[in-house]
């Protein structure tokens, strides 16, 4: 629901600190808080402050003083939303802020929705649908790299990008929309070779940004790591060398770990979750046997399969272990990094053997380890950033992140295949624009140039509320 004639009122800082914020926007806002806010110098006014300009004072109810406050004042459009509005910086006292929002809606302000005020920046063209979309990426951002990622689509790389290539399809689509216009006199307007050059140039890009996703999906989200290999060939004990800490119990006990295990880390500025499973092996024991069914369920999950095995082990052994795994994750995109772990420094001669004998093959890699020691442990996070793409330099890459955004360029890149073949087949102008303008409209989508109420309905409804 779009309430821009309104006035809304929020918390905009979470729980957990000294101070809190207090954010108003709309048209009344200045005056809403006017009632409510009694300046420390008599003299000021607050519906005379100018924008950018910051009061202290007291939030009072009546003669009752709240809280010692400074308001700062926000004129339209140089605001977040580009309204009026105020932000109310207060002691973080959950008693203390209902309060201040009780005062502010019996005043005449509404409680907001979650994203209301970064749907009013975008109603208000303070920025379009991808970048308010980053707004919410930038806050749930738990690395360097998804950070950085979202702080170059909110600063409108990725809006510049689509921008770049609906101007070249509406300048294509015009063209053609002339010359249907003149139809009965046989006018040619546009060259098609050079129609053809931009929409193959459209295409070309439009299929990068697409291949993009599932490395934006990575960094956005995470990558998810599972560790798998048999019984006591030390999956627990590379979980807690690689998280730093003693997360599972480690045991010579066979079938020690029952369940999964999970846990997150960060690597280079990438964010990996990290899956501890129940070792692989035919028991009888009930409870183990559901925990080796969730290791297969955790397998089909993850992007990248970490099997550990032994140096100890028989060649058979390794042999039936990496056959096994083979079958399960027999599926395009997964990534095998086969572990051969507790090899010590007297046991590399054997390493040409083992090397020789499992022979990695497509989307496999093969290291060495001691996840007692640390040994080749550096080496391992190393290669999880180069099989994963995530160890590339994102400064000046547009990658797409968003599942919405990427759903829409797959019906661009769908319908200039079409334009393509129709030009290439000389098929009527009048159907080739119609794939023409099928795929400005696609790209309109992600921007926010073309819109509905129910997409901006399901995009801002995950915001928190304040944002």
Known sequence: MIRIDETICAPATAGGGAIAIIRISGAQSISICGKIFFPSDLKINLTEQKGYSIVYGEIRSGEEIIDDVLVSVFRTPHSYTGED?????????????????ELLISNGALAAYPGEFTQRAFLNRKMDLSQAEAVADLIA?????????????MRGTFSDEISILRADLL?????????????????EFADRGKLKEIVLKVLKVTKELTSSFSLGNAIKNGVPVVITGRTNTGKSTLLNRLLNEEKAIVSEIPGTTRDYIEDTVVIDGIQYRFTDTAGLRETGDIIENMGIKRTHEKIEEASVILLVTDINEGKQTLSDTLGIMRKIIAREGKKLIIL????DDDMEGNRPGIEAD?????????????????YGVEELKAKLGEITGTDND???????TNVRHYEALLKVSESLERVNRGL?????????????????????????EITTDEILGNIFKNFCIGK
């Open 85 to 101: 509005s105020i932000e109310i910086s207060c002691h973080a006292s959950r008693y203390i802020q209902q309060r201040i929002l």
């Open 141 to 153: 951002a738990e690395s360097r790299k998804a950070h950085k990622v979202a702080m170059n689509q």
């Open 171 to 187: 300048h294509f689509a015009s063209l053609i929309e002339l010359e249907l216009d003149f139809g009965e006199e046989d006018v």
């Open 340 to 343: 051969v772990n507790k090899t």
């Open 358 to 374: 499992i022979k990695p093959g497509e989307n496999e890699s093969l290291l060495f380890i001691s996840a007692k020691t640390g």
């Open 394 to 400: 994102l400064s000046e890459t547009v990658i797409v």
């Open 424 to 448: 290439e087949e000389k098929i009527p102008d009048d159907l080739v624009a119609i794939d023409v303008r099928h795929a400005i409209h696609y790209l309109g989508e992600i921007t926010g």
